[in-house]
C-alpha cells in the first residue's frame, strides 16, 4: 500500500515511517504540514493519507481541513486521521458522507502497533475505523445543535399535537363566524318576512334548536 504521512512532530513522523515500512507499507511521502500534505496526495496519489490534525501553518486544525479537501478532490484515497483529540466540527463534515476509507483514531488509545497497522490496512482498503470516543462526542454535538433531540418523548408528543390543536382552533373560529351570521339573520327574520309577506318567525324552539346546534360547533 502506498502512504503519505502528515505529522509535524518529527520524532512521531519518523516512528509512524518506521512502523509502516517494517509493517510491509510503502510510504511515499512523509510531510510536516497541511499544505505540503495536499500536495503530496497530488503528485503521488496514495492510497492512504495519515494525517495528524494539529498541523503549521496555524496548529489548530488544519490537517483535519486538509483531509477534507483531499476527500473532495480525490475520494479514492482513505483517510486516517490521528489526533490527540476530537475536532467536533470538521469530523462530522469528514463522516458526514460515506465513511468508506475513513477512519478517526485517538492517539492515546491505540493499544499497540499490531492495532494501528490493522486500522492503516482496513481504511486503505476501502473500510472504516473510528474510535468509539470520537462517535460518542460527534453524537453528543448533533444532539446539542438539535432542539428537538433535547425534548421527553412526552413533549415531542405535545409538540406533534400543536398542528392538530391549530386544527381545532381553526375550526371553532369558523363555528363562532357561523353563530354570529346565523344570530344577525335570526335578529333581522321577522322584519324580512313582514316586509315580503312571507311565513311567521321561527318560534321559541326553533331558535333554542338552532342555538343548540350552534353550540356543538364551538
Known sequence: MRIVI????????????????????????????AVAL????????????????????THTDDGLRAA?????RWPAVGILVLSQY??????????????GGIGYLLKDRIADVGDFL??????????????????AQIL??????DPIATLTPRERGALADGGGSQQRCDRR????????????REQHLPEA????????PPSGARRAALARGVRGCR
Open 6 to 33: 502528515a505529522e509535524d512532530s518529527v520524532l512521531l513522523r519518523a516512528g509512524l515511517t518506521r512502523f509502516l515500512t517494517e509493517g510491509g507499507e510503502e510510504i511515499v511521502a512523509a510531510v510536516g504540514d
Open 38 to 57: 495536499v500536495e503530496a496526495v497530488e503528485r503521488h496519489r496514495p492510497d492512504l493519507a495519515v494525517v495528524d490534525v494539529r498541523m503549521p501553518p
Open 68 to 72: 477534507l479537501e483531499i476527500r473532495r
Open 86 to 99: 476530537v475536532e467536533e466540527r470538521y469530523a462530522s463534515e469528514l463522516l458526514a458522507g460515506d465513511t
Open 118 to 135: 490493522d486500522a492503516v490496512r482496513r481504511v486503505g482498503s476501502g473500510g472504516a475505523v473510528l474510535d468509539p470516543e470520537v462517535v
Open 140 to 145: 453528543a454535538r448533533s444532539r446539542r445543535h
Open 173 to 184: 373560529g369558523v363555528g363562532r363566524r357561523r353563530r354570529r351570521g346565523r344570530e344577525a
Open 193 to 200: 318576512r313582514a316586509d315580503t309577506g312571507g311565513g311567521r
